[in-house]
């Protein structure tokens, strides 16, 4: 994690790439492994580790987090259909992340109108 807090995110993905081998069910590494891969512009293989930590940390406040940059990702990626979805399935988390998750829902369909 310190690589993570530092900034370093090519050595995030290094290091939590073996965390997640050494334990597959650790969702929170796939969680900051995913957000790694999206900072260095990586979206395919952060949709890989954010799928995984949204289905291992369903119902947990990095679960809703993982929707959310999974719709992040997906936007990067120019696939809108794929991150309404995610957007709206953080507003029925009805988490902390619903109002901001209402917002780009509204931002994508007035950008498709």
Same mark, same amino acid.
Not at 45 to 60: E, N, P, T, W
């Given at each position: 994690?310190?690589?993570?807090? @530092?900034?370093?995110?090519?050595?995030?993905?290094?290091?939590? $790439?073996?965390?997640?081998?050494?334990?597959?069910?650790?969702?929170?590494?796939?969680?900051?492994?995913?957000? $790694?891969?999206?900072?260095?512009? @990586?979206?395919?293989?952060?949709?890989?580790?954010?799928?995984? $930590?949204?289905?291992?940390?369903?119902?947990?406040?990095?679960?809703?987090?993982?929707?959310?940059?999974?719709?992040?990702?997906?936007?990067?990626?120019?696939?809108?259909?794929?991150?309404?979805?995610?957007?709206?399935?953080?507003? @029925?988390? @009805?988490?902390?992340?619903?109002?901001?998750?209402?917002?780009?829902?509204?931002?994508?369909? $007035?950008?498709?109108?």
């Amino acid at each position: 994690m310190a690589a993570y807090n @530092d900034g370093n995110f090519s050595k995030a993905v290094e290091k939590l $790439s073996e965390a997640t081998q050494v334990k597959p069910e650790f969702g929170e590494a796939y969680f900051y492994l995913g957000i $790694s891969y999206l900072m260095i512009e @990586d979206e395919g293989r952060a949709i890989d580790a954010l799928q995984k $930590s949204a289905v291992l940390l369903k119902g947990y406040p990095f679960g809703e987090q993982s929707n959310w940059y999974l719709g992040m990702a997906y936007l990067k990626l120019g696939k809108g259909g794929k991150a309404l979805k995610e957007f709206q399935r953080v507003v @029925d988390l @009805d988490g902390p992340y619903k109002v901001n998750a209402e917002r780009m829902i509204e931002k994508i369909k $007035s950008i498709n109108e």
